[in-house]
């Protein structure tokens, strides 16, 4: 689905790059931990394209033309395998989302916002309303 939204002045890299820079910190607050993997006696660095570069725009930018899937989700519903096998052509599904509620915007199964059903030019696409952060975004995947 296209997603229409207001053009962002620095295309997002200012938002991924404080997300990367607050993920960094909260890192570095945290207690150090002993190393015990059997494959590596060092202690595990983050990934850096270049070790002494401290600069976190610069490891974004290798991620930036990978593809990802990204979908919006109408609703859902569960049915017993024999509802399944009686569907057919003008067959009724009720899902558990409200008609006009927000639709959730999902990139590789990760929420990262919510929207509003459009058309535009006989296609049909969604006007993100709700946002979520960069750093919040980043906090999900890396929890998954």
Known sequence: MAAEESAPDDDGMADWAE??????????????VAS???LSPETPRPFTSNPDSDN???????VLDIPVQLSVELGRTKVPIKHILQLGQGSIV???ALAGEPMDVLVNGYLIAQGEVVVV????????????TPSERLRRVSKG
């Open 19 to 32: 997300a990367l820079t607050e993920q960094k910190s909260a890192s570095d607050e945290a207690p150090e």
């Open 36 to 38: 015990g993997g059997v």
């Open 56 to 62: 976190p725009e610069s490891d974004i930018s290798r």
């Open 94 to 96: 009720e899902l558990d």
């Open 121 to 132: 030019n006989d296609k049909f696409g969604i006007r993100l309303t709700d946002v979520v």
